[in-house]
């Protein structure tokens, strides 16, 4: 951890930007974006560093910040917020050069066979991203390095909710970063509404669909591109073979990170019924053996973000018209406060629990008689962000893999597909659209710009395409641009060729063998 080189303390209010000043923040960075100074290579370098290095140089404040906002834990800060904004960064920079050169094509016309085919990977423009408030630090500056390392300038719209964190790296950005070329924005419902009157070149939404459906609408008066990154109710199935222990460990963190409060968290559980109360005990025995008797009292228990979240969490819990609560239970509104909770023999059509995202510490525990049946309960719904697999079978695996349409799977574990970023993220219909991390983030908030490169030479070859028409050009032309059709019927009937050709050989060999 390196020492800053200056302090900071966290600041304990989020001052909002003005109306005023929002359209002057538009105009300022599209204007240095038109100069090219975003896309100058050394730039993009310079600025991921600096991304880096002011949330490396202020670590432990950004540990502070995020306890406060949510009680979150130093470990979970680092897995959840710090690592992955410091890895993207360090990522971009290895590897900006290979990501940004053009690729050369194979011409598969005859005619451009002579010619130069690029793809050329072109900045979009100006970014806006719109960031939440569960992982305030990892989900709207993570977008922020792939726009940065792709060339584009942005405007960053931070979480009004996460207050000490968006406040904290308000403090901060001016004094790292270029403001001429990237600005944040601060505030609630009028300020988003007010950036969403503006025209940009791609936004970026992380949050709840509903919001999103907003996002996409005010984008089509523009035609602007749109990444929505949102949620839905991603189940974890286990199966009848599964070490219920290993089971529990992993689903209880899936659930219970972050106090539940993650788009691709488990929302709920299937599970063979005769399962249920072996499941149910190891669950016990999980969650006493990491927060205690009392998770109100453990250091590594977080809290709900506002008293609001928590109301709608509670809400759901009161609703519910099915199921027993086997763990945990209570809460406290002043503290934000909800323990790890877990409810048995739910209905899957609960219209509590099972309506909507919970977003929370509370896991409801659905029973099936087999897989067939789990697997129909879940296309019930939207398809999720995530569907989690707990099975030693690779049959059971693929059988929920195949028939479950979702944004990413993980099998036998839970949220590490998330922190892998190597594999792209992203939903499906309900759950998102769009999908980033790595290598994809740069894809996204890029252009690829086809270039095809010919020579002022060998127009006697151009003059099929040139009126007046003839028989003989239109003969040379279906020679050049069709498929002749040896190898057409080669390509169609490849598979019965070689197994024309194959039993030519078995025959041939028993013939060989019987007359020997």
Known sequence: MSVARFTVEVPDTLEYTSLDTIEDSVTVVRGNFVTGKPRNMYWRKFQLHRLYQMVHDHEEKFYEALAKDMGKTRHEALMGDISPLLEECLYFLNNIE???????????????????????????????????????????????????????????????????????????????????????????????????????????????????????TAAAQHLTPVTLELGGKSPAVITANSDLKTVANRVAFGKFFNTGQSCVGVDYVLIPKAQLETFVEALKTTITDWFGTNPKES?????????????????????????????????????????????????????????????????????????????????????????????????????????????????????????????????????????????????LFTHERSMLIKKQRFEFLMRARYPPYTTNTFKLLRTTLLTSKFTANRIIYKRGIRNTFILFLVILAFYIRKRL
């Open 98 to 216: 290979k990501l940004a050169k053009d690729e050369k094509v194979q011409p598969r016309s005859a005619i451009n066979r002579l010619d130069q085919c690029i793809i050329r990977k072109d900045p979009l423009g100006v970014v806006l991203i719109l960031g939440c408030w569960n992982y305030p630090v990892q989900l709207p500056l993570v977008p922020l390095a792939g726009a940065i390392a792709a060339g584009n300038s942005a405007i960053i719209k931070l979480s009004e909710t996460s207050v000490h964190t968006s406040a904290l790296i308000t403090k901060l950005f001016p004094k790292y970063m270029d403001i001429a070329c990237y600005r944040i924005v601060n505030g609630a419902i009028p300020e988003t509404t007010a950036l969403l009157q503006y025209k940009f070149d791609h936004i970026f939404y992380t949050g709840s669909s509903i919001v999103g459906k907003i996002i996409m």
């Open 299 to 443: 250091k590594d228990y977080g809290r709900i973000v506002t008293a609001r979240h928590f109301d709608r969490i509670m809400d759901l819990l009161n609703r519910r018209q099915s199921g027993d609560i086997v763990i945990g239970g209570d809460s406290d509104r002043d503290a934000r406060y909800i323990a790890p909770t877990v409810i048995s023999n739910v209905n899957f059509s609960d219209p509590g629990l099972m309506a909507e995202e919970i977003f929370g510490p509370i896991l409801p525990i659905v029973t099936y008689n087999n897989i067939d049946d789990a697997v129909a309960m879940i296309k019930r719904n939207e398809p999720p962000l995530t569907v989690y697999v707990f099975s030693n079978k690779k049959e059971e695996q693929r059988q929920v893999i195949d028939y479950l349409p979702s944004g990413g799977v993980c099998v036998n574990d839970t949220l590490t597909q998330f922190a892998e970023f190597s594999l792209p993220f992203g939903g499906v219909g309900n759950s998102g659209l769009g999908k980033y991390h790595g290598k994809r983030s740069y894809e």
